[in-house]
């Protein structure tokens, strides 16, 4: 038996990728501008759109990441990379419900 084994771990982490550290900055820029286009809601749309495509491509980066390691444990913050796309789809409804109501208002001037 070798005592002087000694394991090593290593953080999986966005600043470790340089793609994935570019696409979760992204998202998050994303997800700022489109809070403040509420008087544009098709672009409001589009970028949550995209906002939220590039959240997935994230994680299937990071679990094509995962898969470099032999043994390991998953974070709490893990979750919020997997709620990040749900927050976008709630936001996508709110946006569609209030572009619905905005066209109905417009029909009974």
């Known amino acids: ?54 959240s997935l491509l994230t994680i299937l980066l990071y679990y094509n990441q995962t898969r470099h390691f032999a043994e390991g444990t998953y974070d709490l913050t893990a979750l919020l990379a997997l709620a990040v796309p749900v927050f976008f789809i709630l936001a996508l409804r709110g946006i569609y419900k209030d572009q619905k109501l905005v066209k109905s208002l417009d029909r009974l001037r």
């Open 1 to 54: 038996m070798a005592a002087d084994q000694t394991k090593t771990f290593t953080s999986l982490t966005a600043a470790g990728n340089l793609v994935i550290l570019i696409f979760t900055a992204a998202t998050g820029i994303a997800a700022l501008i489109a809070v403040f286009l509420y008087k544009n809601r098709k672009l409001q749309m589009r970028i949550s759109l995209m906002a939220m495509l590039v």
